[in-house]
C-alpha cells in the first residue's frame, strides 16, 4: 500500500511520486490498475513512468563486479577477528542513557557558554549531526519550529535545543583511557551540558 | 528416550542462524555473511565508488550489525537491519576517507554524450562499456546528497521495497517516496546536462 493513494477518479493527476511508484510495481493491483487507466489518457505522462524504469534497469545493469573469492575470503577473516577480539574505540564513548521529554529534533547538541567554561573558538572541532544537504524537511508542527536548529556551523550563539528538566542522566561509566566519569552539569542558565571535567562547587546535584 | 535436539530448518532462518551465531556457531556466521555479502557490496560499494572501501565498509558493517545484536530487537528483517548498518558505514567511511574517484572515466565529449543519451532515451544503439557506463551512474549518484543517495541505492541496488527501505531507515514510505523522486530528478538533470 503506498502513502498516497492515487484517486484517478475524480480526474486528479497522480503525484510524480505516484508515478515513480507506479513503474517501481509499488502500487497495489487496485492502485495500478487505476493508474493504468489514467495512463492510458494522458500518453505524455507515460515517458516519465519509463524514464524511470530505465534509469532503475541499468543501475542494475551496471552493478558492481562481485569482488574475486579471496577478498571475500579476507573480509570474512576480518569480521571474525573483530568479533573476537575488543574493538578499540577510535573516540571516547560515554555510555550514557538520558532521557528526553518533549519536542525534540533528531539529534541533540548543546553548546553553553557561561562562567568557568571556555567559549567556543573559531578553531573548535564541530561535532557533526547531519550535514545541511542531509536534512529534507517535509514537514513540521509550528510548535517544533524552535527545537530546530537550521545553520552551518560554527555557531557562536549560545544553542539551546533541550533545558534542564527535559534532561536526564540515567547513568555513566569511566572513560576507559583516563578513569574520568562524565557529570552533568546544570549550572548558569536552564541548559545542561555533559562534561567529563567539572567543577564540583558550581554542580547542581 | 532419545533425545530431542533443537535443530534450524532447512534452509536454516535468519533467526536461527543468528541464535546460532550467538553461541559461537561459525559455520552459522559463514551462511549469514554468503547470503547477504553480496547486496551488502552493492550497498557499500554505490556509496562509496571504490572496491576496497566497500570490502572495508561490508566488514565493518557485519561486525557492528552482530555486535549490536540487541538494538535489533527484531523490528524488521536481517536483511534490511544489515543494510542499513552496512550502508551507514559507507557513508561514515565515505565521510572519513573523503569520496574517491576511483575510477577514472576516460570517455571522450562524444561517448559522454552518447552515455548520457543511453540513460535518457531509449537508443540503444548507443554501445558502451559496462564499466563506463557504471563510471558514469557513480559519478552521477555522487552528486546526491547522502540521505537520497542511501534511499536510492536501498531500493535500486539492494532491491528492498518501499517499506523495507522506511524500516530500515526508520522513515515513513513518502519520505522514501519523496527522496527517490528527488535523487531521480538530480540524476536526471545530471545526464541532461551531459547532452
Redesign the interface.
Known amino acids: 500500500m503506498?502513502?498516497?493513494r492515487p484517486d484517478r477518479n475524480d480526474g486528479t493527476p497522480p503525484t510524480?511520486?505516484?508515478l515513480?511508484?507506479f513503474a517501481?510495481d509499488?502500487l497495489t493491483p487496485a492502485e495500478r490498475s487505476a493508474m493504468e487507466d489514467w495512463l492510458a489518457n494522458h500518453p505524455a505522462a507515460v515517458a516519465e513512468v519509463?524514464?524511470?524504469r530505465?534509469?532503475?534497469d541499468?543501475?542494475?545493469?551496471?552493478?558492481?563486479t562481485?569482488?574475486e573469492p579471496r577478498?571475500?575470503a579476507?573480509?570474512?577473516a576480518?569480521?571474525?577477528a573483530?568479533?573476537t577480539q575488543p574493538?578499540r574505540r577510535s573516540f571516547p564513548v560515554f555510555r550514557t542513557a538520558v532521557g528526553l521529554v518533549g519536542a525534540a529534533a533528531a539529534a541533540v547538541l548543546v553548546v553553553f557558554l557561561g562562567r568557568g567554561f571556555m567559549a567556543p573558538t573559531a578553531n573548535s572541532e564541530v561535532f557533526?549531526v547531519a550535514?545541511v544537504?542531509?536534512?529534507?524537511i517535509?514537514s513540521m508542527d509550528p510548535g517544533d519550529a524552535a527545537a530546530l536548529v537550521v545553520g552551518k556551523p560554527p555557531t557562536v550563539e549560545p544553542i539551546v535545543l533541550a533545558t534542564a528538566e527535559e534532561v536526564t542522566l540515567v547513568s555513566a561509566e569511566p572513560y576507559h583511557a583516563d578513569g574520568v566519569t562524565p557529570d552533568m552539569w546544570t549550572g548558569q542558565g536552564a541548559a545542561p551540558m555533559i562534561v567529563p571535567f567539572g567543577n564540583a562547587d558550581d554542580r547542581e546535584k | 528416550m532419545a533425545a530431542v535436539t533443537a535443530t534450524c530448518p532447512s534452509p536454516p532462518s535468519d533467526e536461527c542462524l543468528l541464535r546460532r551465531v550467538a553461541g559461537g556457531d561459525?559455520s552459522a556466521?559463514?551462511e549469514l555473511?554468503r547470503r547477504y555479502?553480496?547486496p551488502a557490496?552493492?550497498v557499500a560499494?554505490?556509496l562509496l565508488g571504490h572496491?576496497a572501501d566497500?570490502?572495508d565498509a561490508?566488514?565493518e558493517g557485519?561486525?557492528k550489525a552482530?555486535?549490536h545484536l540487541p538494538s535489533f530487537q527484531g523490528r524488521s528483517s536481517f536483511k534490511t537491519w544489515l543494510l542499513r548498518v552496512v550502508s551507514n558505514a559507507s557513508l561514515d567511511l565515505g565521510?572519513q576517507r573523503g569520496r574517491r574517484e576511483a575510477l577514472s572515466l576516460d570517455l571522450s565529449p562524444v561517448e559522454e554524450l552518447a552515455a548520457a543519451r543511453?540513460?535518457?532515451t531509449?537508443d540503444v544503439s548507443q554501445q558502451l562499456e559496462?564499466s563506463d557506463?557504471?563510471a558514469l551512474?557513480q559519478r552521477a549518484l555522487a552528486t546526491l546528497?547522502?540521505?537520497q543517495r542511501q534511499t536510492f541505492v536501498l531500493?535500486?541496488?539492494a532491491e528492498l521495497?518501499?517499506r523495507e527501505v522506511a524500516e530500515a531507515l526508520g522513515i515513513?514510505?513518502?519520505?522514501v517516496?519523496?527522496?527517490?523522486?528527488?535523487a531521480?530528478q538530480k540524476?536526471?538533470a545530471y545526464l541532461e546536462g551531459l547532452a
Open positions: 503506498i502513502h498516497e510524480p511520486e505516484q515513480a511508484a517501481d509499488e519509463e524514464c524511470c530505465r534509469v532503475k541499468l543501475m542494475r545493469q551496471t552493478a558492481p562481485p569482488p577478498a571475500w579476507a573480509v570474512r576480518g569480521i571474525e573483530c568479533l574493538r557533526p550535514d544537504g542531509d536534512v529534507m517535509l | 561459525r556466521l559463514d555473511f555479502r553480496q557490496y552493492r560499494y554505490r572496491e566497500a570490502l561490508v566488514q557485519f561486525v552482530l555486535t565521510r543511453l540513460l535518457i531509449d559496462r557506463l557504471r551512474l546528497p547522502d540521505a531500493h535500486v541496488d521495497s518501499y515513513s514510505i513518502g519520505t517516496m519523496s527522496r527517490l523522486y528527488y531521480r540524476l536526471k
